[in-house]
Nanobody
Framework: QVQLVQSGGGLVQTGGSLRLSCAASGFIFSIKTMAWYRQAPGKQREMVAVIASEGTTTYVDSVKGRFTASRDNAKKTVYLQMNTLKPEDTAVYYC?????????WGQGTQVTVSS
């Protein structure tokens, strides 16, 4: 079955960095587009970054130039490097994949940026 297991995250001061990881199993990772979403308290979940199978990336405007999504197909893992973090980046972050018309989510990782 499809599993997405996240790691990383935590508490960091404004301007700091964190890296999130998402280890995948249960599908052919190398051919799948992967995505990172986040959900702040009282807000809707929003897409943060998308990384296609060949490595092409797309970002929401608010994180462009600060966040970088990458993938290691040999390790079946996708990463989100977050630099120059801001308090408004505080949220629960989720990795996501669509497989056979079903959306799958990681367990979520809390990222808290203190001012």
């Amino acid at each position: 079955q499809v599993q997405l297991v996240q790691s990383g995250g935590g508490l960091v001061q404004t301007g700091g960095s964190l890296r999130l990881s998402c280890a995948a199993s249960g599908f052919i990772f190398s051919i799948k587009t992967m995505a990172w979403y986040r959900q702040a308290p009282g807000k809707q979940r929003e897409m943060v970054a998308v990384i296609a199978s060949e490595g092409t990336t797309t970002y929401v405007d608010s994180v462009k130039g600060r966040f970088t999504a990458s993938r290691d197909n040999a390790k079946k893992t996708v990463y989100l490097q977050m630099n120059t973090l801001k308090p408004e980046d505080t949220a629960v972050y989720y990795c996501n994949v669509n497989h056979r018309d079903v959306g799958y989510w990681g367990q979520g990782t809390q990222v808290t940026v203190s001012s």
